[in-house]
Structure formats: C-alpha cells, structure tokens
C-alpha cells in the first residue's frame, strides 16, 4: 500500500479515545516516579526518541526532582517542547499517590528502588495509567505474584511493560531470531556473565539511617533484591529469552568479599542454571572489581557457538557462521558511572530507543503491551539464584514459586501497603 501525506498525518495522530485527557493530536504526556540517574536517563530519552511530553515528576527527595527537572526541561527545550510545571512537582513517601492522581499524564515511567515497584504499579494501573515500571518487578516472590495480579488487571485497558531493553536490541533480535531458528543445532550449555565494578555513592553523614539507605539503596539487599535481582536480571532475562523458558534448577553460591561499601549487597555470584532438555548454564557475576566491566552471553550448540556482549562481538561461529555489523571495537572500556545508569556503547545503542518508541505506540496505536509474564518470569529465575545461594541448596521453580517470605526493609515513616 502506497502511504499518502495524508495517511500518514492520520496514522501519526492520537485517537482521542486512546489516550486519557489528551487532545487528538497531542503527544503522550508521561510523569516520571523516581528521579535518580536511570529514572532521569530514560525519561530523556522518552523526549528524544518518541516525541512524548514528560508532564510531571515524583521524588522521595526534592533536590533529586530538581536535578530532573533542570534536565528534562533541556531536553524538552531543544525540541520546542514546553518546561514542567513546578505545581507537577511531588515529593515525599505519597508522591506516588499526586503523581498517579495528576490529570496531567497519560502514563508513568516508575524507576523507584525495587522495594516499591509492586505497590507503584498496583497504584498506577488503578489509578488507569499506562505503565513502564523499571525491571525488575519485585525483591520478593509474593511482590511478583502482586506485580502479575496488576498485569492482569491492566490488560486489555491500558499499556503495561517492563524495562527489560535487550530484547529490543536490534543486534540481539537479529541473534536470537537465528538461535530459534536452529542455527546453534541443539544447545547444550553456555556461559553468562556479568562482571561490573562498585557503583560509588555519596556517603551521606547527616542524615538519618532511613534516608541513607534510601538515597543509596543500590546497596542495600532489602530494596535493591541483591545484585543478582536488581542488576544481574538482565542477562538472565536474556537467557529466558533465547532458551524459550524459564530454569527449572539452580544451585550456587554468593558472598560479600571484595566491597567497600556500608551496605549488605554481595559482591559476587556464582551459580548453575539448569533449563528444560538438560541445559546447563553457568552463571557468575561481580560487582566490586576494577579495571574491567563486561556482560556477555554465550550458547553452545551441535552446530556452532553464540556470543553476545553488551559492547561487541554479537555473533555465531560453527556451521551457519554470522556476525552482527558495525559494533565498533572488540572489549572496548565501559564508561562505569554511565554504565550504572543503563548506558552503554555498542550492542545496546538502540535498545533504549526502542522500548520507549515500542511503549509509547502501542498508547497512540491502541495495541496496547502486557508483557510483565516474562519480567515477572526473569526476576522469579534471579531470586531463585539468590535463594540457592542463600541456602547452599538446590532450589527448583515450584519451591521458589511457593515461596511466602516477604521482605521488609524496615523503613520507618515509609509506609505502603
């Protein structure tokens, strides 16, 4: 079909019935929850890549909504875009609460510490926003199960959708794409790996110990989930992705040794990931060392090897050999303080693009996205990893399922239910 200045015109519009309290031809206005590096970054890149208009923000600290606001205005500025308005601005433990209220969003954007992520999407999909909500779902096997309840309620009404952005690489969308189309044969077993230096924060001596580990909650097991939930997620995630399921088994270990920080984190693991046909996947991670930082993913099978980095190669040898163009160079030095907002150079230039491009037309288009099974699936994989570790037992799906620990991180004077 020829597409005509007019159909074009049209199909860029917003149906009104759509988008919530939008004109026809406006742009999604998105409020951001969380205003930390990554929550900041993303939202950026929501005004740069999809034309979506960030209306308002939500921060357990005012300076941290500052900070955005600064940042996004420029953004926003540079495409003619209007600043947000300081009466959208909210802060403390019920900004949630204003910011889901605010008729001035379409949808939100939650980047909240993990600790959160269930109640903040609960909140939002009844308060009828669409919802991108930062991996992963949950520190905790009944947060999951509230997280898919939320899903389930949101589907077929609004867009809901988590920050899981390699699936969107297009490097990797090609890879796998290959890897399901049999070009690996029959796969057998592999290696993933995470290895990541310490992410610095601010040793904040005059506050209280709530604030602090709220400020710095990357450090702290109880908000974050470990290393393995809240960073480490995203490999295995990827690993779901290209085996088609989810573990069955894992068994390992983890520790502390090695970091600096006043935290409680671990700075390794080590552990075994047992997928349905007898895949063995070998799994270790870091998050204390220097001089390096590299992720990688790698598939062995009949017909040949997959690799796949975060920078380059993203590649299979053997048989059916290809390799993904244009990568740039081989082990190239990762930016860490960039790196632990989500940025890196190479495999994943466009990741971040598309997720965002991908969640906002699927508001204006009216398809909308429900995919929280397979981040809800990818966290469950990764705390059962910690549970293993934790334990020094084996810990199959269905005992990590059955699980009723809820975590709670003891946070006085920050109260949900």
Not at 110 to 131: N, Y
Not at 338 to 346: H, L
């Amino acid at each position: 079909m020829t597409t005509t200045r007019r159909t074009f015109i049209s199909s860029a519009l917003i149906a009104p019935h759509l988008v919530r309290g939008s004109q026809a031809n406006s742009a999604v206005r998105l409020g951001l929850l969380g205003c930390g590096g990554r929550g900041t970054g993303v939202a950026t890149g929501f005004i740069r890549n999809t034309g979506a208009r960030v209306t308002a923000l939500g921060d357990m600290f005012p300076d941290q909504l500052e900070r955005a606001k600064s940042r996004l205005d420029e953004a926003a500025g540079k495409l003619g875009q209007p600043k947000i308005d300081g009466a959208n601005l909210f802060h403390g433990p019920d900004a949630y609460k204003q910011l889901f209220a605010s008729k001035e969003i379409d949808a939100v954007y939650i980047a909240t510490p993990v600790w959160f992520h269930p109640h903040h999407l609960e909140a939002a999909v009844a308060a009828g926003k669409h919802v991108y909500v930062e991996k992963p779902v949950a520190v905790d096997i009944p947060g999951v199960k509230r997280a898919l309840g939320a899903a389930a309620k949101a589907k077929g009404k609004v867009s809901v959708t988590v920050g899981l952005q390699l699936r969107h690489a297009t490097p990797y969308v090609e890879l796998v794409k290959r890897i399901h189309g049999g070009d690996l044969g029959d796969i057998v077993s592999g290696l993933v790996h995470y290895y990541a230096g310490a992410i610095e924060r601010p040793a904040w001596p005059n506050v209280s110990p709530n604030v602090r580990r709220l400020r710095n909650w990357i450090h702290d097991r109880a908000i974050s989930g470990d290393i393995i939930v809240e960073q480490n997620v995203h490999v295995i995630d990827f690993t779901n992705w290209a085996l088609k399921g989810h573990p069955l088994r894992v068994s390992g270990l983890s520790g502390r040794r090695g970091r600096r920080d006043t935290g409680d984190c671990s700075s390794h693991y080590d552990l075994t990931y047992e997928y349905p046909g007898s895949i063995h996947i070998s799994f270790a991670s870091t998050q204390f060392i220097k001089g390096a930082w590299d992720v990688g993913m790698r598939f062995f099978g009949s017909l040949g090897t997959s690799e796949a980095h975060y920078d380059a190669p993203v590649q299979i040898v053997g048989d059916r050999p290809w390799e993904f163009p244009g990568l740039g160079p081989r082990g190239q030095v990762t930016n860490a303080q960039a790196a632990a907002a989500g940025a890196f150079t190479g495999a994943l230039d466009d990741a971040d693009a598309r997720k965002q491009k991908s969640f906002i037309a699927s508001i204006t288009s009216g398809r909308f996205l429900n995919d929280v099974q397979d981040g809800a699936d990818s966290t469950v994989s990764a705390i059962m990893g910690r549970m293993a570790a934790d334990t020094g037992k084996a810990v199959t799906w269905e005992e990590a399922m059955r699980s009723t620990v809820v975590v709670d991180p003891k946070l006085e004077g920050i109260k949900v239910t």
